[in-house]
């Protein structure tokens, strides 16, 4: 029989390098053993980002629910420039809309009116609006004029006169100069109106409703919550009035009771 003619140490050295390989793989187990478990990634809305504030507005939240102001819920504050009806109707209405939103503009101008008349003048609907900027600067320019029109107690009308016959408005209708002409001729102190209209509250107001908007689901205008009963799109006045009728009857909200 033919003698092996390869050295001790040639095996040797395969035999070492597994040797080590075990070594090295024992070394990680127990170093992964002594790490803390992974935290699973979240996306936060805007705003609240993680670090060491996410404790600070996670309590802002829980302090904001404790005050009763939930997402979408109405204030119903006889105070608000915001909102028109009686506080105490049994059926609250709150609108997402955007001033560049084509939608909007018809449900401004067809549909509305005719709320308002059916049920605001018998005390049976409130209406609340949260403008929001979902077209980008244009719209965040028209949302904020509209808050600093609503600081002289204009707002209702400057929001139906943008919205005029419900033509939808493109980014030329809401110019610095459109919107302060729209404030000039609801007799508005304009010196006023344009301090107000780039004040901290008025972009701070806006990015408020965005928030409030992504927090109830409300990606898209308009968007509607009657009595926390939600509804989106420009739809036929007869749809509003079957939720409405609906809501008046279910009734969760009693006339005089904390809100």
Sequence with gaps: MRANSRPFWFWAIPVNILVIA???IFILVIDEDDQPAPVAEQTQPAGQAGGADS???ASAAA???????????????????????????????VVFTDFLCPFCAKHSAEVEPQLIDQYLNEAKLRIEWRDVDFFGEDSNRAARAAWAAGQQNQYIEFHQSLFGDGEPLDPSDLTQEKLTAAAQALSMDVAQFERDMESDEAYQHVRDNAEE?????????????INGQPMSGAQPLEEFQNAIETAEQDNPYEAGGDS
């Excluded at 009763?68 to 105490?88: K, Q």
């Excluded at 908007?213 to 919550?225: C, D, N, Q, Y």
């Design 63 to 93: 302090d904001s629910e404790s005050d009763g102001e939930t997402p979408g819920e109405a204030r119903r504050d006889a105070e608000d420039p915001f909102g028109l009806g009686n506080p105490e109707s049994p059926v609250a209405m």
């Design 213 to 225: 908007a992504a927090e109830v689901g409300a990606f898209s205008t308009p968007a509607f919550l």
């Design 55 to 57: 404790g600070t507005d």
């Design 22 to 24: 075990l070594i090295a």
